[in-house]
């Protein structure tokens, strides 16, 4: 009996976790990189008092690379006199960015002119590159219907690890090939791929740009401020 009863809450947990796993009674799989996962902490509450203020015309939304920008040097040179706003959290996965601009609410209050979107790198453990570039896909989906007048500036995922030829560069590289399609011209969305910015002429990565292979060094943001600015404040001129 007391077997059958071990068996049975066995039973029982394995049924719980393939239902959390499945999308209604269709069977397939859910997608984790689509699937909103909660972010309600300190710095996501940062972020709604910024919107709450408003005055925001360009919003940085990503991961901790995103957050590394802090005030530094050359976010004060290139985006806070165009009254950017960085809305990076360390350690998100696009499930994270997909909860916070819709149940947590960080655009509604805001309508940036540009939104400059890079996140995806921190699945890239769990979630297969179709999967990364699906959750991205949604991310820039719903930041439009969140606020449709605004331009997203979508950059493809920065290398990551030392030398190239990987596994992991290989899922990069599917990635942006994939979400580099969700460019329309510019008319609502701009792809850019800045990555071989980072690496040497053999595809590495060098510790003076990116200290663990990941993050960004201080000259690692000046080449991502220098790739970018001329084109975020093209987006964000509504004078043309």
Same mark, same amino acid.
């Given at each position: ?14 049924? #719980? ?12 799989? /859910? *997608? ?5 996962? *909660? ?7 940062? &972020?709604?008092?910024?919107?709450? /203020? #408003? $005055? ?10 995103? %957050?590394?920008?802090?005030? *530094?040097?050359?976010?004060? /040179?290139? &985006? ?6 960085? &809305?990076? @959290?360390?350690?998100? +996965? ?28 921190? *699945? ?6 179709? %999967? ?12 439009? !219907? ?23 560069? +290989?899922? @990069? ?5 994939? @979400?580099?399609?969700? $460019?329309? #011209? ?6 850019? $791929?800045?990555?071989?910015? &980072? ?8 510790? $003076? ?12 943001? !000046? ?9 975020? %404040? +093209? ?6």
């Amino acid at each position: 009996m007391k077997f059958a009863k071990v068996a049975s809450i066995a039973l029982l947990a394995l049924a #719980g976790t393939l239902a959390f796993w499945t999308n209604g009674n269709s069977g397939e799989k /859910k *997608n984790p990189a689509t699937t909103p996962m *909660n972010r309600d902490i300190a710095r996501h509450k940062e &972020f709604l008092a910024i919107a709450k /203020k #408003g $005055d925001v015309d360009v919003v940085f939304i990503g991961d901790s690379i995103t %957050q590394g920008w802090g005030n *530094n040097k050359t976010w004060k /040179k290139h &985006f806070e006199p165009l009254k950017a706003a960085n &809305f990076g @959290i360390s350690g998100d +996965q696009t499930g994270h960015v997909l909860w916070r601009i819709t149940e947590g609410k960080e655009l509604d209050n805001i309508t940036p002119k540009v939104a400059v979107v890079m996140i995806g790198t921190n *699945n890239s453990g769990r979630d297969s590159a179709a %999967q990364i570039a699906e959750g991205i896909s949604l991310i820039v989906k719903t930041i439009h !219907e969140k606020t449709p007048k605004t331009k997203i500036l979508l950059l493809g995922v920065f290398p990551r690890g030392e030398k190239a030829g990987t596994s992991i560069r +290989q899922k @990069i590289s599917d990635i942006n090939k994939t @979400i580099a399609k969700l $460019d329309d #011209g510019g008319k609502t969305v701009k792809y850019l $791929d800045i990555g071989s910015k &980072f690496t040497k002429e053999d595809a590495s990565l060098g510790k $003076d740009i990116m200290p663990d292979f990941l993050h960004l060094s201080g000259r690692g943001y !000046e080449i991502w401020g220098e790739a970018i600015a001329e084109t975020v %404040q +093209q987006m964000a001129d509504t004078k043309k």
